[in-house]
């Protein structure tokens, strides 16, 4: 079956600092990845839409320059979280979905996600 | 906006009860997906169910999509300590531009005591 591999499962750093998380499809092609974010009990929150070689689509409310998003192949998608503070604390989850069509009727495959802690 | 309602958001039962959580919406879908999460993890796919009034099995769950493709159920039969975690519907529509974008229910938290 599809694996999305996420790197790293948890960070704990301070406040301020940049964090970068990684998102790989390990044994498809994907053109497409989502990365959501998810407070606990609750449901996935989505953030962003992320095409290959284009710039992410980004949900309301979140901020593009906080959240950055970087799409460069069809296997790797990366998170940003730049100037960490304690509010962004969360678990982040992303994942990816194939070139099939109807686009509409392919399942997302999830990473593992990422606790990120902000001290 | 399309909404997913999903309900119950909590429900705790015995080891051997059924249980059915429900996903309702006033938005038609292409099709509908079900994942089961558990803490610390990410979602696992359980079913898509793509046509409308189709029924998919899977050992002791049943997914339903509704004729109108606006609602789906899960059903557990007899439910087991290890169906324990967080039940997921998500829907997907023509009108999200062909990214394959996902509307997420609430989330259902189910626990199973022995």
């Known amino acids: 079956g599809a694996v999305v591999s996420q790197h790293p499962s948890w960070v704990i750093c301070k406040s301020g600092t940049s964090v970068k998380i990684e998102c790989r499809s390990l044994?498809?092609?994907?053109?497409?990845m989502f990365w959501y974010r998810q407070f606990p009990k609750q449901s996935l929150m989505l953030m962003a839409t992320s095409n290959e070689g284009s710039k992410a689509t980004y949900e309301q409310g979140v901020e593009k320059d906080k959240f950055l998003i970087n799409h460069a192949s069809l296997t790797l998608s990366t998170l940003t979280v730049t100037s960490a503070h304690p509010e962004d604390s969360s678990f982040y989850i992303c994942?990816?979905?194939?070139?099939?069509?109807?686009?509409?009727?392919?399942?997302?495959?999830f990473g593992d996600g990422t606790r990120l802690s902000i001290l | 906006t399309q909404l997913l309602e999903q309900s119950p958001q909590f429900l705790s039962i015995q080891e051997g009860e059924n249980l059915t959580v429900y996903c309702n919406s006033s938005?038609?879908?292409?099709?509908l997906q079900w994942y089961r999460q558990e803490p610390g993890e990410g979602p696992v796919l359980l079913v898509t169910?793509?046509?409308?009034?189709e029924v998919k099995k899977l050992k002791r769950l049943t997914f339903q999509f509704g004729d109108a493709r606006k609602d789906s159920s899960l059903h557990i039969t007899a439910a087991q300590p290890g169906d324990t975690g967080l039940y997921l519907c998500?829907?997907?529509?023509?009108?999200?531009?062909?990214?394959?974008?996902?509307?997420f229910g609430q989330g259902t938290t189910l626990q199973v005591k022995p």
């Open positions: 938005s038609v879908f292409s099709s």
């Open positions: 998500a829907g997907a529509s023509r009108g999200s531009g062909n990214t394959g974008k996902l509307i």
């Open positions: 044994d498809f092609q994907a053109t497409t």
């Open positions: 169910v793509v046509t409308g009034g």
């Open positions: 994942s990816a979905s194939g070139r099939a069509v109807p686009y509409s009727n392919q399942p997302q495959h």
